[in-house]
């Protein structure tokens, strides 16, 4: 139970912080740890086997979404870099 209410505490921090930021590269860490904290969250409510495959499943694309988050802040750097 308190596993469950420091993550969500967390991933509505997060939520929060998503929400006021105005910069785009800040946004896209929270959306991450958003991803990961839903992920944590299914495996810490649903302890059954199928809960289980669907954390993990939710996990990888939680990690897919990470690369890709990576990727386009690294792409806009590389975008404010070259037009500066």
Excluded: C, W
């Excluded at 139970?1 to 929400?19: N, V």
Aim: proline share 4%.
């Amino acid at each position: 139970m308190l596993e469950e209410t420091i993550i969500s505490a967390i991933i509505i921090y997060m939520g929060l912080r998503l929400f006021i930021t105005q910069d785009r590269l800040e946004k896209m860490p929270y959306l991450n740890v958003i991803n990961f904290g839903v992920a944590a969250i299914i495996t810490l409510l649903n302890p059954s086997p199928l809960g289980a495959v669907t954390s993990m499943i939710y996990f990888i694309m939680a990690t897919v979404a990470a690369n890709a988050i990576s990727f386009t802040v690294d792409k806009i750097r590389e975008i404010k870099h070259d037009n500066d």
